[in-house]
């Protein structure tokens, strides 16, 4: 009797877990808790980013116009100098010379003018009283001209002299920062040799920046050219630069061999803390737009391309594939994929399975 009330208990207790069983089958996995987001448009830049080479906005090579033996050096190479300040000196002595020399020939010419003038003046008298043939009077007339003729070669000759005497002192021709020298004191120059090139001079302010665009990036800036565009710069060390930029050049064609379009940019650079030559990353702001915008720990990857967890109309876990535009701070804009409303997960993305029941977290 004790042994039949032993097996009873052990049957009854069977059908109890099987019974348990079932209807923990029937209710399903329990709900992941999770944090949601209720997306929304919102308003966001439209901006563009690319990486850009700095150059000078105003750079030029600083050259010897004369032959001759340079004999001083006026600035520290490196240094920032301000337009017409010296920078070289050609030795002075040759060039004064053969400017005296020609003015010594326009003194000449102008005494035999001066005497020409008045041999036709006399011979002049002599013809209209026909002591003299009209051929002599003509030849006088012909005489004084030369004599005009030659006067004018022999200013043209001085003002010449006087102009190479000049471009024995060698200045800035634009304010900026002056490059290493080219050439040592003592060397001979020249205008018509590799050695005219003396040293050269970068306007690092305002400083262009150089970048390009793709041509669908291009067609969204002209799309929003209406807008006040405003370029943004990144330095070196990833901090964002204090001033803003503008564009004051667009291509008007696209380079055939990649596909892009030539940009550039104008920034202030009073502190000269952007350099000319440096890769810096630029972002073009052209206005805002409407956007829906969602954290990037919420946006994964597979081999058919990004897409993030969804909360269904029935609590249950779902993936949408998206289009996702730019990075905004720790944010992803996306083109294509959700609609305002979409309850899009936010953690425990391990934990989720299509189909999952989910629960969202009470706040607080």
Wanted: charged share 25%.
């Amino acid at each position: 009797m004790k042994n039949l009330l032993i097996i009873s208990a052990a049957l009854l207790a069977a059908c109890t877990e099987g019974g348990a069983q079932q209807k923990s089958d029937k209710a399903g996995p329990a709900a992941v808790p999770v944090s949601m987001l209720e997306v929304a448009p919102r308003e966001v830049p439209v901006a563009l980013d690319a990486v850009g080479r700095a150059e000078g906005s105003r750079e030029v090579q600083v050259r010897a116009r004369v032959a001759g033996i340079l004999e001083r050096q006026m600035y520290n190479e490196g240094d920032p100098v301000k337009a017409g300040a010296p920078l070289f000196r050609i030795e002075r002595e040759p060039f004064e010379i053969e400017l005296q020399q020609a003015r010594g020939v326009l003194a000449q010419e102008e005494s035999r003018a001066a005497l020409a003038q008045q041999e036709l003046e006399r011979l002049k008298g002599l013809a209209d009283r026909r002591a003299i043939s009209q051929r002599e009077a003509d030849q006088a007339a012909s005489s004084a001209q030369q004599s005009v003729a030659a006067i004018q070669i022999a200013r043209a000759r001085v003002r010449q002299a006087e102009l190479n005497l000049s471009y024995t002192k060698i200045d800035a021709p634009i304010g900026g920062i002056t490059g290493r020298a080219m050439q040592s004191i003592g060397s001979l120059v020249s205008p018509a040799s590799d050695s005219a090139v003396l040293t050269s001079i970068t306007r690092a302010d305002p400083l262009w920046i150089r970048f390009s665009l793709s041509e669908a990036e291009f067609a969204r800036l002209r799309a929003n050219e209406s807008n006040r565009i405003v370029v943004k710069v990144e330095m070196a060390d990833g901090t964002p630069y204090a001033q803003d930029g503008r564009l004051n050049f667009s291509g008007s064609t696209v380079d055939a061999a990649t596909g892009t379009v030539q940009m550039r940019a104008e920034v202030p650079n009073a502190k000269l803390q952007l350099l000319p030559g440096q890769y810096l990353r630029v972002r073009v702001v052209a206005g805002t737009t409407q956007a829906i915008v969602v954290p990037q720990t919420a946006v994964a990857q597979n081999q058919a391309g990004r897409y993030v967890w969804v909360a269904d109309a029935e609590g249950k876990a779902a993936q949408r594939a998206i289009r996702a535009g730019d990075w905004l701070g720790s944010d992803w804009v996306v083109l294509e994929g959700l609609k305002p409303g979409d309850r899009v997960i936010l953690d425990n993305l391990a934990r989720l399975r299509p189909g999952v029941p989910v629960q969202a977290r009470k706040s607080g």
